[in-house]
C-alpha cells in the first residue's frame, strides 16, 4: 500500500512593502485657507497630524493684494516665492514641474557616472518585502546588509560618503534611477506638484499601492489627472506628516 504523503503547508502570501508618506497635498476650501494659514490646526480642521509645508512657487506676477490668498508665503533673497498653498491660479506648478525635472536630469546624469561599470541592482522594496513576509527567517538587519552589499549600492554610498552639501544620490531611488533618465526625471517633475499623497475635495486619499516604483507611476498618473481637473480657483495645502 502506497504511504500517504502529507499534504503541503498553505505558503503565506507575500507581504506589500507601503509606499512611505512624508507629504500630502490636500484640497481645502476657502474659509479653511484662512484658517490654516492662522491657527495650523492641521489635527482639528483636517483631521491629519502634520505641519504645514512651504513647498509650493507662488506665481512670479503675483500682485501684492494676491499674496494674502496664499497659506504661509515665505520671503526669499532670490528665486521663486515658497508658500503652503492657495489657489491654483496663483501657483507657479508648471515651473516646479520644469524645475523638478531639469534638476532631476542632471542628478541620473551625476548617477549614471557613479555607477558607470556595475551590475543592475535589486531595488529596497524587494528586500523589504522578504523581511516583512517572514522577520524571524529574514530579519531586517539581514535585508539592510544584503542591500548594502550590492556593487551598485555600495557605489552610491562611497559616491554620498564623500560628497558634501546637497547632491547625495538616494539608495531608496535606485528603482526609479534605473528606469532611465527620462522615467527618473519625469518622475519627480510629477512628484513636485502631487508629493506622497493627495487628498481630494471628497477627501478621498490617493497614494501608491506600494514601495515599487510601478504603483508609484500608477498613483502620479492618477494624481496628476485629477490634478489637471480642478478648477484654477480650488485651494491646495501642502502638509508634511510626522514619520512613524
Known sequence: MAKKTAPAAPTAAPVIPAAPVRTMIVCVGPELARMLDSTRQLERHLGVSGTSC???WASPALYPWQRRSLIDLRKTKTGPRYCAGGPIRLLDLSGMR??????????????????AGTRPAT?????????????????????????????????????????????HLDPGDLEMFQAGASAYASYHALWAVCTDAFC?????????????????????ERAVRYLDSLD???????????HV
Do not use: C, K
Request: a positive charge; glycine letters at 6%; aromatic letters at 12%.
Open 54 to 56: 512651504p513647498r509650493y
Open 98 to 115: 520644469h524645475g523638478a525635472y531639469v534638476g532631476a536630469s542632471v542628478r541620473h546624469a551625476q548617477w549614471a557616472h557613479v555607477v
Open 123 to 167: 531595488p529596497w522594496p524587494s528586500f523589504l518585502q522578504q523581511h516583512l513576509s517572514d522577520p524571524s527567517a529574514y530579519p531586517m538587519h539581514t535585508a539592510t546588509a544584503e542591500f548594502n552589499r550590492q556593487p551598485r549600492v555600495q557605489a552610491m554610498r562611497m559616491y554620498n560618503a564623500a560628497t558634501h552639501g546637497p547632491g
Open 200 to 220: 481630494t475635495e471628497a477627501g478621498d486619499r490617493l497614494q501608491p499601492a506600494s514601495a515599487f516604483f510601478a504603483d508609484r507611476i500608477t498613483y502620479l
Open 232 to 242: 484654477s480657483n480650488q485651494r491646495l495645502f501642502a502638509v508634511t506628516l510626522p
